[in-house]
């Protein structure tokens, strides 16, 4: 079993910076993808940002250019840098890491970490 224990959500004004970080442990194998999504009251969960072992990274249209997500592999750790926050950023955001052994894939996901950006 993999844990994903996430930190550095909070209060923030419109404008502002904040940073999530995200530490897998457990029995990790070698974990592929990691990522961010996020979650309203009522809404589905969408993705926010992902990246591979390999460093490709993949962001949803409305961060671009806000957001930037890293991580680094030898501690099984991704960030979200999270810059010119907006009110509409508001949400829970859940850490998300895909691991493959013998050919099947597996999902972990964080507890949440409420960002919340006042106008």
């Known amino acids: 079993q993999v844990q994903l224990v996430e930190s550095g959500g909070g209060l923030v004004q419109a404008g502002k910076s904040l940073r999530l970080s995200c530490a897998a442990s457990g029995n990790i194998f070698s974990i592929n993808d990691m990522g961010w999504y996020r979650q309203a009251p009522g809404k589905q969960r969408e993705l926010v940002a992902a990246?591979?072992?390999?460093?490709?990274?993949n962001y949803a249209d409305s961060v671009k250019g806000r957001f930037t997500i890293s991580r680094v592999n030898a501690k099984n750790t991704v960030y979200l840098q999270m810059n010119s926050l907006k009110p509409e950023d508001t949400e829970v955001y859940y850490c998300n890491a895909v691991e493959i052994r013998r050919g099947v894939k597996f999902t972990y996901w964080g507890q949440g970490t409420q960002v919340t950006v006042s106008s």
């Open positions: 990246i591979t072992s390999g460093g490709a990274t």
